[in-house]
T-cell receptor, first 109, second 112 residues
Framework: GQSLEQPSEVTAVEGAIVQINCTYQTSGFYGLSWYQQHDGGAPTFLSYNALDGLEETGRFSSFLSRSDSYGYLLLQELQMKDSASYFCAVGTGRRALTFGSGTRLQVQP | NAGVTQTPKFQVLKTGQSMTLQCAQDMNHNSMYWYRQDPGMGLRLIYYSASEGTTDKGEVPNGYNVSRLNKREFSLRLESAAPSQTSVYFC???????????FGQGTRLTVV
C-alpha cells in the first residue's frame, strides 16, 4: 500500500522560513503535491513536483528527490495567514491520490 | 466557473438511514475522488474514479458505494449509516493522479 510521513506540528515566527518534510512509500509514483487547508475549509493546491528538483511559486517552494522518496515544502517570509495544515500527497498506480496525515503550522507574532 | 460542487453541505442522519452525496465538476477532469476527514486527521481516500466508467476502492471503502454517472458527476452512497461514518466528506477532481486536485466545499455529516 501507500504511506506518507510528515511531522504533525511545526511552530515558527512571522518573517521566518519553515520547511515541512514528507517521506513516502508507494507504488506507481506519479508525482508529489502539496495542499494547504485552513480550519473549516477545503484543501487548496499549492505545488506539484513530477521530477526531481525545486519548484518555486512565490513565497512557496517544493522539492522532490525520487531516489530518496522524499520531498519538502519551503515557506518563506512567513505571515500569520500561513497558519494552517499542510498536506503532502502522492499520485500512485491507477491514478489514486493519497494524502499524508498533515502538518499543522502555527505562525507566531 | 463553479469548479467542484458538492451537495449537501450539512446533513444529520439517524443510524441505519441511507443517503447519497452528490459531486459535480465542470473542468472536464478525468479523475474524481471521495475523501473523508476526521477531526485533526488527514484525508483518507474512500473511492476514486480514474475515468468515466471506472471506479476503484481506496483506503477506507467499507460501508460506501460510488457511481461515476458520467464524466462530470461522481456520487457517494451510504447504504446504512453508522456513527463511525460521522465525518467531513470531500469530493475532488484532477486531470490525472498526482496532479493538481480541486476540492469541493465539503459535506459535514453527523450520524446519530
Amino acid at each position: 500500500g501507500q504511506s506518507l510521513e510528515q511531522p504533525s506540528e511545526v511552530t515558527a515566527v512571522e518573517g521566518a522560513i519553515v520547511q515541512i518534510n514528507c517521506t513516502y512509500q508507494t507504488s506507481g509514483f506519479y508525482g508529489l503535491s502539496w495542499y494547504q487547508q485552513h480550519d473549516g475549509g477545503a484543501p487548496t493546491f499549492l505545488s506539484y513536483n513530477a521530477l526531481d528538483g525545486l519548484e518555486e511559486t512565490g513565497r512557496f517552494s517544493s522539492f522532490l528527490s525520487r531516489s530518496d522518496s522524499y520531498g519538502y515544502l519551503l515557506l518563506q517570509e512567513l505571515q500569520m495567514k500561513d497558519s494552517a495544515s499542510y498536506f503532502c500527497a502522492v499520485g500512485t498506480g491507477r491514478r489514486a491520490l493519497t494524502f499524508g496525515s498533515g502538518t499543522r503550522l502555527q505562525v507566531q507574532p | 466557473n463553479a469548479g467542484v460542487t458538492q451537495t449537501p453541505k450539512f446533513q444529520v442522519l439517524k443510524t441505519g438511514q441511507s443517503m447519497t452525496l452528490q459531486c459535480a465538476q465542470d473542468m472536464n477532469h478525468n479523475s474524481m475522488y471521495w475523501y473523508r476527514q476526521d477531526p485533526g486527521m488527514g484525508l483518507r481516500l474512500i473511492y476514486y474514479s480514474a475515468s468515466e466508467g471506472t471506479t476503484d476502492k481506496g483506503e477506507v471503502p467499507n460501508g460506501y458505494n460510488v457511481s461515476r454517472l458520467n464524466k462530470r458527476e461522481f456520487s457517494l452512497r451510504l447504504e446504512s449509516a453508522a456513527p463511525s461514518q460521522t465525518s467531513v466528506y470531500f469530493c475532488a477532481s484532477s486531470e490525472g493522479g498526482g496532479t493538481e486536485a480541486f476540492f469541493g466545499q465539503g459535506t459535514r455529516l453527523t450520524v446519530v
